[in-house]
């Protein structure tokens, strides 16, 4: 660890699981003070013994502004400034068979935990953050929002108007010399999965999301699964000065996935240290032809 957050102040919102735990615990390693908003207190209650008084909890919903912004006076109260905004809350929606299918019931509660939560967090973060010196506003979207697919569309819509509002916002930002920039990431183990298969026998939730895992290696050049630790590395280089002139970005962490298909299907490519044998990808594309894989 390098201590690059030693002295500056995080909220991380859906910080009590999957990649928000984990931008927790890197933020609490590099030396940051770490306030977490989410709605499950057990789990809150979890990382404060585990970190101490480098992290406080308080129960928020972001799809409230107002509760927003009490979560953003309490960082300023509790540490005595805000210098690092994590909008990182969201869930899933409902799965459906077909959009034909899909009564939309979860439109609202999804747009307003994964859009409004983030332009929230990053309004109230911003007005601190613009009469102390700027500082790093930091929003989770996903591949989802960069890349078009069936299912989940509700979900897909917010995550793509994440990043929309990101690079709107980091322009109107840049003034006050606070950074606003985008993940993205892609096929990350998280409890995400799983919530979206709510209402499924509980039996078949669990081969689910195996078999949408499985979908998903089949769909990267990088032939393995990544974590929440990938996800939260990236948060702790925007957080510091290393990025200091990175602003409007949306980076995916996925894999290669938003680059493009693999040219072998897992179960063909060979190790990594085999591969400096093997001839170059070019010299193995038909290009009369269709590339295959």
């Known amino acids: 660890m390098t201590d690059e957050l030693v002295g ?27 306030v977490m908003g989410d709605l499950d207190p057990e789990r809150g209650a979890e990382a404060i013994a585990e970190h101490g008084d480098a992290v ?7 799809s409230d502004p107002a509760q927003v912004e009490q979560l953003v006076e309490h960082a300023v109260r509790t540490f005595g400034g805000l210098h690092v905004m994590v909008n990182n809350a969201g869930i899933p929606g409902k799965m459906h068979p077909s959009l034909l299918l899909d009564d939309l019931g979860d439109f609202h509660r999804v747009l307003g935990v994964n859009l409004l939560g983030v332009m ?44 929309h509002f990101t690079k709107s916002a980091a322009i109107e930002l840049a003034q006050y010399d606070i950074r606003v920039n985008c993940l993205a990431p892609g096929n990350i183990p998280t409890p995400l999965l799983t919530t979206s298969a709510a209402g499924m026998p509980p039996d078949k939730v669990e081969r689910f999301a ?22 939260a590395d990236a948060v702790v280089y925007l957080a510091g ?45 038909n290009v009369s032809g269709p590339v295959t894989r």
């Open 8 to 34: 500056k102040v995080a909220i991380v919102t859906g910080g009590a699981s999957g990649i928000g735990r984990a931008t927790v615990t890197k933020l609490v390693a590099e030396g940051g003070k770490v």
């Open 56 to 62: 406080v909890f308080l129960r928020t919903d972001v």
């Open 120 to 163: 929230a967090g990053t309004k109230f973060a911003a007005r601190h953050m613009a009469e102390h010196g700027g500082g790093s506003i930091i929003n989770v979207s996903s591949v989802g929002g960069l890349q078009a697919g069936g299912g989940v569309q509700t979900y897909r819509a917010s995550k793509a108007g994440v990043i």
């Open 210 to 231: 195996k078999a949408v895992r499985a979908s998903m290696n089949n769909d990267r050049p990088l032939p393995r699964e990544g974590e929440p630790e990938h996800v």
């Open 241 to 285: 000065d290393r990025a200091l002139y990175v602003t409007g970005t949306v980076l995916p962490i996925d894999g290669g996935t938003t680059a493009g298909k693999p040219l072998k299907k897992p179960e063909e490519r060979k190790p990594a240290e085999q591969n400096s044998a093997e001839p170059s990808a070019m010299s193995r594309v």
